[in-house]
């Protein structure tokens, strides 16, 4: 379903150079590595918020970089994008922000009430009650309902993709729970693929089929979540073990709270 072919971008320095990464149709796979190896820059690749300085990205048999205009919105209709920290637009309403979700030519189309059944059916899913925060600002909200209404509007436009930036990010254990086993549900229940961000190791590999590792720029790792558990790589071994033990400082950090 998306095929990262060879993928450079620096800033003022290298930060991804050469990233091969394959994810098959219908599975959830998750991307992991330490802070500033590239991760979110790969992810905004996929819908072109960021371009590469060399290479492309397929999804679906689209080229994103070299099919133009027209293809890039053809992608991007078929992908949802969850953002980290939710990023909601502070002066729109909780029914205004989800309809963002809805491509703009079929949101031109669609009666005003149609777009707010498509919005109330979303909000739902993510278990927000539609009538309690339709009308809501984003300053009205929770951490971890705002972090539902983006999913809301990931999904509203009925994507076969959906791409995870840190959705668990800011997020105490709980809700974490929470907001896992909710991206595990959507993934069943919408039968799409799945690409996930994300700084919590245990999570990922207990939610996805596979997993891949990014290190340097490069994909260091990428396999199932039991063959990354038992890799003897050290690079590997050194972050499993960081993250481990990282995880268990904030339980009980939380515990003390």
Excluded at 69 to 76: A, S
Excluded at 202 to 221: I, W, Y
């Amino acid at each position: 379903m998306i095929d990262y072919i060879n993928i450079h971008k620096a800033f003022d320095l290298p930060v991804l150079s050469g990233v091969d990464m394959h994810v098959e149709t219908g599975e959830m796979f998750a991307l992991f590595g330490p802070s500033g190896t590239g991760k979110s820059v790969l992810l905004k690749t996929t819908i072109a918020l960021i371009t590469p300085d060399l290479g492309d990205v397929v999804v679906d048999g689209l080229s994103v970089f070299r099919g133009g205009d027209d293809t890039l919105q053809k992608v991007r209709r078929k992908v949802g994008y969850v953002f980290q920290n939710a990023a909601l637009f502070d002066s729109l309403n909780v029914f205004q922000n989800v309809c963002m979700g809805i491509p703009e030519d079929m949101l031109a189309d669609l009666p005003r009430k149609q777009a707010a059944a498509r919005a109330w059916e979303a909000l739902e899913l993510v278990n927000l009650q539609p009538l309690e925060v339709m009308a809501k600002l984003p300053a009205e909200l929770s951490g971890g309902m705002k972090k539902r209404v983006g999913i809301a509007r990931a999904i509203v436009g009925r994507p076969e993709i959906l791409l995870w930036d840190e959705p668990t990010t800011g997020l105490d254990p709980i809700n974490t729970a929470a907001v896992e086993r909710l991206i595990q549900r959507l993934a069943d229940d919408l039968e799409v693929t799945s690409l996930l961000v994300t700084h919590d190791v245990e999570g990922g590999l207990h939610m996805c089929d596979r997993v891949a590792m990014l290190d340097g720029g490069r994909l260091r790792f990428c396999g199932t979540p039991d063959e990354f558990r038992a890799s003897d790589d050290p690079v590997v071994r050194a972050f499993a073990d960081r993250a481990a033990a990282e995880a268990a400082l904030d339980m009980i950090s939380e515990s003390y709270d």
